[in-house]
């Protein structure tokens, strides 16, 4: 199971852009790298989910190198509302076994 | 479409006591998936469920079952409660098995204490 590493928390402020990054050294072939968010008492929620190269959608870019040992979850211009943890996960198809949370990384936004 | 809906949103038990808790997956979704939340462990894998079979389960002991119907709406028991128990039970719902380019839908979860 290819395990990640996230830093534990990180702060910014309001309007900065935050770049997250996760580690992944054991990721195999046929690996996708997910991200998700989680507010207090929420259930996570998907952000952004990649293979290689740069995905971007209308929250997020999620910036993967060519090696795929490690991705960063890019959030622009972050606010308030943009305090939670987000999660990295690596894993292909059939198991949500393989899906390990981890800690996540508590970020933090001040005004 | 209505998400993923899970019921009771809130429990209190006592150790010893057993408790089932509910999920409805969105509507389509073949899967189920149930976590565990903690602040000491954090976010951990229990079971998943597909076409009313398990098809994965986690590290958890045999006192946590679970079980889909053929409407796909899942249920998970909770035998013998230890105060270890307490904790925010989440239920993921996807179209097919979850896996890394199946994303999970959660929901806002159960609060379980266990007194």
């Known amino acids: 199971l290819a395990k990640t590493t996230q830093p534990i928390s990180m702060d910014s402020y309001e309007g900065q852009e935050v770049n997250i990054t996760c580690s992944h050294n054991n990721i195999a072939t046929n690996d996708y790298i997910t991200w998700y968010q989680q507010f207090p008492s929420q259930g996570p929620r998907f952000i952004i989910q990649?293979?290689?190269t740069k995905v971007t959608n209308e929250v997020a870019s999620l910036f993967i190198p060519a090696d795929r040992k490690s991705s960063t979850l890019s959030l622009p211009r972050v606010s308030l509302s943009d305090t939670a943890v987000y999660y990295c996960?690596?894993?292909?198809?059939?198991?949500?076994?393989?899906?390990?949370f981890g800690s996540g990384t508590q970020l933090t936004v001040l005004p | 479409k209505a998400g993923v809906t899970q019921t009771p949103r809130y429990l209190i038990k006592t150790r010893g006591q057993q408790v089932t808790l509910s999920c409805s997956p969105i509507s389509g979704h073949r899967s189920v998936s149930w976590y565990q939340q903690t602040p000491g462990q954090g976010l951990q894998f229990l079971f998943e469920y597909f076409s009313e079979t398990q098809r994965n389960k986690g590290n958890f002991p045999g006192r946590f079952s679970g079980r889909q119907f053929s409407n796909s709406r899942s249920e998970m028991n909770v035998s013998t409660l230890e105060l270890g128990d307490s904790a925010l039970y989440l239920c993921?719902?996807?179209?097919?098995?979850?896996?890394?380019?199946?994303?999970?839908?959660f929901g806002p979860g159960t609060r379980l204490t266990v007194l």
């Open positions: 990649g293979y290689k």
């Open positions: 996960l690596v894993g292909d198809s059939g198991s949500a076994r393989q899906l390990t």
């Open positions: 993921a719902s996807s179209l097919t098995l979850a896996g890394g380019y199946n994303e999970q839908f």
